[in-house]
């Protein structure tokens, strides 16, 4: 039996990753810690009996624990639940999946406790890589991605130790503007934005993908997960997203992950790495794919692609600013506050107004963001 505690449970990859718990009755869930929605966390804790919930909103963790007094567990709230959850006792391993630079804080405290990290939160490494990855050395605890790119990249790495590489192929499915030129963009709506061509994703990061920051927070995480120079990571459109990302080493050999884009792939062989099982769902049909096809990103159309490049070589607090600086702009345009164009516009200034602190601590990184979106709301009533 096998422990897992879930930071997210009620989002997108939460609610997969207990979809994963269904289908495998030697895990157990001991610690689920969700943002507001109260309603399905209930549900989520009558089903698999948690001993600890931590909900964000204190008020709402009141009315849960009034709602759930009928069960021997605890409910806590705010970052000191989502502490407690992400290190509670027992739990073995940890998925990270809520949405923000809320993530950094219980990351390190469940490193710490030495639980391994199932990671599927981008802001964690983005921000904080340099906090990160020498705790992992320090306390002898996994990392293992949950993002179906990472993850692609990690098992194409596997049995490779000692094998330098000369090329991580991070994969993008392009998103639903792919094709699309700079003035095809002006007029785009909301509703548009959220039609992602293959994957089935929370809202913020359907954006995300349509605007290719996304791919960009990825290149940065990649940089840090797999210990490779920026320049060694080639972003490459694949449309319709079967081939998941791949490894190109020194004699020109390339190993690619393929499979159906289907998040709980990752998630399950992040559960029991290094072991594979099976997980139903539909497979890949070579012959009704019939071809697989490659594309160069349009850099001059996508500039926040570009931007992450540039962000991430500059390092320090600069990756930290461009983070915030979209979520809060992507905020502003799921609630129709901005235009599509503005998004990237808003991360630009962030980034110019911000004088780069070269290794922030923890404190400096969430002081950062809280300074960006001050930013951002100073000229958005300008605008």
Known sequence: MKNIAILGSTGSIGTQTLEVVRQNNDLKVTALAAGQNIDLLEKQIREFRPDIVSVWDEKRAKELALRVQDLPVTVYAGMDG?????????????????????GIKPTIEAIKAHKDIAL????????AGHIIMPLLKEYGVKLLPVDSEHSAIFQA???????EISRIILTASGGPFRG??????????????LKHPNWAMGRKITIDSSTLINKGLEVMEAKWLFQVELEKIQVVIQPQSIIHSA?????????????TPDM???????????ERRILLGSRVDFFELSKITFEKPDLDTFTGLKLAYEVSKSGGSLPTVYNAANELAVAKFLNREIRYLQIVELIEAAIKN??????????????????TYDFINSIYEKM
């Open 82 to 102: 989502l502490i407690a959850c992400a290190t509670e006792n027992t739990a073995e391993i940890v998925v990270t999946a809520v949405v923000g630079m809320i």
């Open 120 to 127: 599927a939160n981008k802001e964690t490494l983005v921000t």
């Open 157 to 163: 790495l596997n049995g490779e130790q000692g094998n």
């Open 180 to 193: 699309k030129k700079r003035i095809d963009l002006e007029q785009i709506q909301l509703e548009d934005a």
């Open 247 to 259: 490894v190109e080493y020194l004699d020109g050999s390339i190993i690619a992950q393929m499979g």
């Open 264 to 274: 709980k792939l990752p998630i399950q062989y992040a559960l029991f790495y290094p």
């Open 354 to 371: 911000h004088k780069k602190i070269e290794n922030p601590n923890v404190e400096q990184i969430l002081n950062i963001e809280n300074e």
